[in-house]
């Protein structure tokens, strides 16, 4: 362990304050570290491990695709990238699928896709992103500039123009924001992940859609967090009855292999064209194939379940000892506690339990699968913990 350590040290970029622990292995919710101690994993590689670590299903699919195809270029035709749009496409209701490899590089797409529609249907100078103030959408130089928290918009200048927020939860102000600018589209969370799990009230969700009708304007919803089961519908636009004209996804939607979707509703199906937006590694037919594996086991079974769990988890920590509050969707909860949540994430990792964090909180974000005499234990440790 020391080792490794050391060696991150001197040959890691050091843009990521890690935890006291380096696991080696993992099964299911499950992980390992290099002395054998056992972890339950209630961050589930912050919601990209769908169904655990070295999922059956999803390894066997992943190692069968490798001795075919590992790569070919978006050149080429390939089976598993037609399945998996083919799948997202009748499961949504969108028409057409892009696929990158990051959460940041969907929403990138997304931007891009918008304000060519704009360009065309408005005009060229209907160019403005509306986001919502304490959003997150990415660290790339646009991702950062949509991102409305002060904080990201540091030391990396000059950051791309064509961005304005609005405050969440606030229809008069997003109206406001809107009669401001000349936009092309409004982009939002359901659920404000690395703003503290923050979800958005069904009334302003109606108004955000409610305004970009008025306006014309597309609605973008990012779903790179919320996504693939974890709110308790596949998407967690979905809980409000709405249709996006752009839906971004990535983490969970392959199980642990990188890939990212921006799906395409009516108004923008054709919109890109070739030569306007491209990506080397995006539709990879490995990661196709394990996000295939990932999709076709989400169903309403699963997500019944996931739903339980979350209702089990608000139950005993709502009113447990040292709780604040407790705020999310599905299994993307954030709990506000009296203590410091770094100082309860290590004490919980020395009790077996690996927790995430968002702003002030402790966050939560296991395998959707997670066996539930494994997430009773965790909370009961949590519950210790906080309450200490």
């Given amino acids: 362990m020391n080792d490794i350590k050391q060696q991150d040290n001197e040959y890691v970029a050091h843009t990521y304050s890690r935890f006291d622990l380096c696991l080696i292995s993992g099964k299911g919710s499950l992980g390992y570290d290099e002395n054998g101690k ?11 491990n769908t169904f655990g670590y ?6 066997d699919t992943v190692c069968e695709q490798t001795s075919k195809l590992q790569h070919t270029s978006n050149l080429y035709f390939t089976e598993p990238c037609v399945t998996l749009a083919k799948m997202l496409c009748e499961r949504t209701g969108m028409k057409k699928v892009f696929f990158s490899n990051s959460g940041a590089e969907a929403n990138e797409c997304a931007i891009k896709t918008a304000r060519k529609w704009a360009h065309t249907e408005k005009g060229p100078e209907y160019s403005t992103i509306i986001t919502l103030k304490n959003s997150f959408h990415g660290r790339t130089i646009a991702t950062l500039a949509a991102t409305g928290q002060d904080s990201f918009h540091t030391e990396f200048y000059p950051f791309p123009e064509g961005f304005a927020y609005a405050t969440p939860n606030d229809s008069d102000d997003l109206a406001k924001v809107v009669s401001e600018h000349k936009c092309a589209a409004v982009m939002i969370e359901i659920v404000q992940g690395e703003g503290g799990v923050i ?61 990212g979707a921006t ?13 306007s937006h491209g990506s080397t590694f995006g539709g990879n037919p490995v990661c196709c194939a394990g996000a295939v594996s990932i999709l076709s086991r989400i169903d309403e079974t699963l997500l019944s379940d996931v739903i339980k769990k979350h209702e089990y988890i608000i139950k005993e ?41 968002a702003k002030n909180k402790v966050r939560l974000l296991p395998a959707l699968n997670i066996p539930f005499e494994q997430l009773q234990k965790a909370i009961e440790i949590i519950k210790e913990v906080v309450a200490l």
């Fill in 317 to 357: 920590l709502s009113t447990a000892d040292g709780v604040v509050s407790v705020t999310g969707m599905g299994l993307m909860l954030g709990i506000e506690t009296t203590k410091n949540a770094k100082e309860i994430i290590a004490e919980c990792i020395k009790r077996g339990v690996i927790l995430l964090s």
């Fill in 38 to 48: 056992e972890y339950i994993d209630m961050g589930g590689g912050i919601a990209v």
């Fill in 54 to 59: 070295a999922d059956k299903i999803w390894q």
């Fill in 199 to 259: 979800p958005l009230e069904a009334d302003f969700v109606s108004a955000v859609f409610k305004v970009a009708k008025e306006n014309n304007l597309l609605v973008i919803v990012d779903e790179v967090q919320t996504g693939n089961g974890r709110s308790g519908m596949l998407y967690a636009y979905m809980n409000f009855g709405v249709k996006p004209d752009i839906v971004t996804t990535a983490k969970g939607l392959a199980g642990g292999l990188p890939l």
């Fill in 263 to 275: 799906m395409l509703g009516d108004k923008v199906a054709d919109v890109l064209t070739p030569g």
